[in-house]
């Protein structure tokens, strides 16, 4: 939920900085409208080329992507190739594009394949995706902090003090004047205080840890508002609230959600974000990779969210109208590895004898995973940026770039702002439609972090 991101519901992977920030938001898309359908690994006794009868309603279409689409649209085409075969549009072959339309993963409207293609660049060629598998820790990891919530919030955090204007364009008016951000209780607790005098925006929390780290597990005990169109949110920047880094400024620094979620959606969303600079309108052309550092407006955002199903946990239904406004507390974890970032929703803990962090166990939910896990190598949207770093960083970045470098934790609470949200900044809306906020808390009873 960067501060300089393009808004979450963005349906696109990359996106151009051609158009001006403020003005890529579509207020058609919301959470849910951004679902894709849920798919699984389908499995076939044989397979068959598009000559195949029972291919005839899929031939066509294929044809077309291959000779056409993939050239002028190759970003409908990078998230299905890079999940299901790791490769990009300019190595796909005829018969992987064959194997996302028997997958399903070419579009809602498009037909489907009866059949695999019996030769594929990344064999066997009627998988569509491997089944996810928690990770483990790589090894025994040690408590080096546990955020203090019993005096002044201002020793653990800075206060951030912006306006939502030209950020996410949430009615939220970040201020510090001890109402919007504070201790009660061993608890920190972030809160939508009252409306702006115009009602125009909405007085709101907003932290950034004073800390940064690289690597490690995290461990949020939060219980996180709900309804009346807010948008809450856990997550990791660089340096300062613009996401400058090593890297250059959001989003070539990097960004990591923990958790994200909008009015009674019972879902959060966990997700990475990160760009580079390319030629404008020109972000899936390896050739056209700048060493601008992001600079608008010639850069590209890739997010994981545009694979939206992929990025969602279901975390508890909530009922607006019976006046449920937040979720339980839930224990929110992120574990920050090498070559892969995971997160957990309520998981069990596991120590040694030393107190040492040494496994994290899934909770078993039949149907509803509550874990997810980005690997560098199987994430489009994290390898996308290879071409930017081996050009522009050729020796100070790891593979892990830009996932390799310090970052803060941020806390806050938007109200609207996100697509299909009933208000907006600058609009009298915030007060008249969305003043039910007002009062909204998001509250933490332990941060921990784990080395």
Aim: aromatic share 10%; proline share 8%.
């Amino acid at each position: 939920m960067s501060g300089l991101r393009v808004p979450l519901l963005v349906a696109s992977f990359l996106l151009s900085s051609s158009c001006e920030l403020e003005a890529c938001d579509d207020s058609d898309f919301s959470l849910r409208q951004l679902r894709a359908r849920q798919f699984t690994n389908v499995s076939s006794e044989g397979c068959g080329g598009l000559d195949d009868p029972r291919n005839a309603d899929c031939a066509d279409a294929v044809q077309w992507a291959y000779e056409k689409g993939i050239k002028t649209h190759p970003g409908w085409y990078f998230i299905p190739l890079g999940k299901i075969s790791q490769i990009g549009p300019a190595d796909a072959k005829l018969n992987d594009l064959q194997r996302i339309f028997f997958c399903g993963r070419a579009g809602q409207s498009a037909p489907r394949c009866g059949l695999p293609p019996c030769g594929c660049s990344r064999p066997p060629c009627h998988m569509c995706e491997a089944p996810e598998v928690a990770p483990k820790l790589s090894k025994a990891f040690n408590l080096i902090k546990r955020f203090d919530f019993t005096g002044d919030p201002k020793r653990e955090f800075d206060i951030v003090q912006l306006p939502d204007q030209n950020m996410t364009h949430s009615c939220s008016n970040y201020v510090d004047d001890g109402q919007t951000v504070f201790t009660s209780n061993g608890r920190l607790v972030l809160k939508v205080a009252s409306a702006c005098p115009d009602g125009s925006c909405l007085n709101s929390g907003r932290v950034m840890s004073r800390d940064a780290f690289t690597y490690g597990v995290f461990t949020f005990s939060a219980k996180v508002p709900k309804c009346n169109a807010v948008w809450p949110a856990l997550w990791f920047l660089p340096q300062s609230s613009k996401g400058d880094g090593k890297y250059g400024p959001w989003p070539c620094s990097g960004e990591i959600d923990l958790l994200e979620t909008v009015n009674d959606d019972s879902h959060g969303a966990f997700n990475l974000v990160a760009g580079f600079g390319a030629a404008a309108g020109r972000c899936y052309d390896p050739a056209a990779v700048s060493c601008n550092a992001c600079a608008p407006p010639s850069y590209c955002t890739s997010t994981t969210l545009a694979d939206a199903e992929a990025s969602h946990v279901l975390v508890e239904d909530v009922d607006c109208a019976a006046g449920q406004n937040s979720w339980k507390e839930h224990l929110f974890v992120l574990v920050w590895q090498p070559h892969e970032i995971s997160a957990f929703l309520d998981p069990k803990l596991s120590f040694n004898s030393q107190g040492q962090l040494v496994a994290i166990q899934e909770k078993i939910r039949p149907g509803a995973p509550t874990f997810k896990t980005y690997q560098r190598d199987t994430t489009p949207t994290w390898s996308a940026v290879q071409d930017y770093m081996q050009k522009c960083f050729p020796g100070p970045h790891s593979p892990d770039a830009p996932f390799d470098i310090p970052m803060k934790i941020v806390l806050n609470i938007a109200v609207g702002g996100y697509g299909g949200a009933p208000c907006y900044w600058g609009e009298k809306t915030c007060a008249s439609s969305c003043g039910g906020a007002v009062g909204s808390e998001l509250i933490l009873s332990d941060i921990s972090v784990w080395q």
